[in-house]
């Protein structure tokens, strides 16, 4: 079945410093890619996503990127701020499995101020 | 407040007992998905309802058991729990059945301890 491996399981970072997390998937027929952040307490919010047509986007400090040939893709967090420390997991989903998504071990990220 | 409602918000319950956890969905969506989160399982996929019929299942065990229902809220029953049971259990929904137009909305989850 599908599998997602995503690294490192912690980061921590200076503020203003970047933030890579990476994630790897087994499916070659994965086709839809979303970042979740989670803050303690809370649901996962998703903050960025990128389908398998695509290969990068970017929305303000975030961007991902997609390497389908290689089965891996990418979250880079740019100007780091300690409001970014959370727990953020990446995740696949199937066409046609429904919405179901499988999601990576999560990245613990700290931002020192 | 992502729009999907969950209750309740924390469930402490003895081994063998059954629960009931109750997800509305944010208005519009008509997909609801049930996740499991524990520390060393990390997020699950459970079980999608679409429209009122199950659409996908993950590795949901045979003592749990969910639906939708004409309203579209979903309830994901739990039963003969196990000290393993205890986790976080994420509801979250999307507008269509398929590939998620805009990602999910998830819940702000139910924390079950079994005690």
């Known amino acids: 079945g599908e599998n997602v491996e995503q690294h490192p399981s912690t980061l921590s970072v200076q503020e203003g410093d970047s933030a890579v997390i990476k994630c790897t998937y087994s499916d070659s027929a994965s086709n839809y890619f979303p970042w979740y952040k989670q803050e303690l307490g809370k649901g996962p919010q998703l903050i960025i996503d990128i389908r398998s047509n695509v290969g990068e986007k970017k929305d303000q400090r975030i961007a991902v990127t997609l390497n389908k040939t290689a089965k891996h893709f990418s979250l880079h967090i740019t100007e780091t701020q300690p409001e970014d420390s959370a727990v953020y997991f990446c995740a696949a989903s199937i066409n046609n499995q429904g919405g179901k998504l499988i999601f990576g071990q999560g990245t613990e990220l700290s931002v020192k101020p | 407040d992502s729009g999907v409602t969950q209750t309740p918000k924390h469930l402490i319950t003895a081994t063998g007992q059954r629960v009931t956890l109750r997800c509305s969905p944010r208005?519009?969506?008509?997909?609801v998905y049930w996740y499991q989160q524990s520390l060393d399982q990390g997020l699950q996929f459970l079980i999608q309802y679409y429209n009122g019929e199950e659409r996908a299942k993950g590795n949901i065990l045979e003592r749990f058991s969910a639906q939708q229902f004409p309203d579209l809220h979903s309830e994901l029953n739990l039963s003969s729990l196990e000290l393993g049971d205890s986790a976080l259990y994420f509801c979250a929904s999307s507008v269509n059945g398929g590939l998620p137009d805009y990602g999910y909305t998830f819940g702000s989850g139910t924390r079950l301890t079994v005690v």
């Open positions: 208005s519009g969506d008509l997909s």
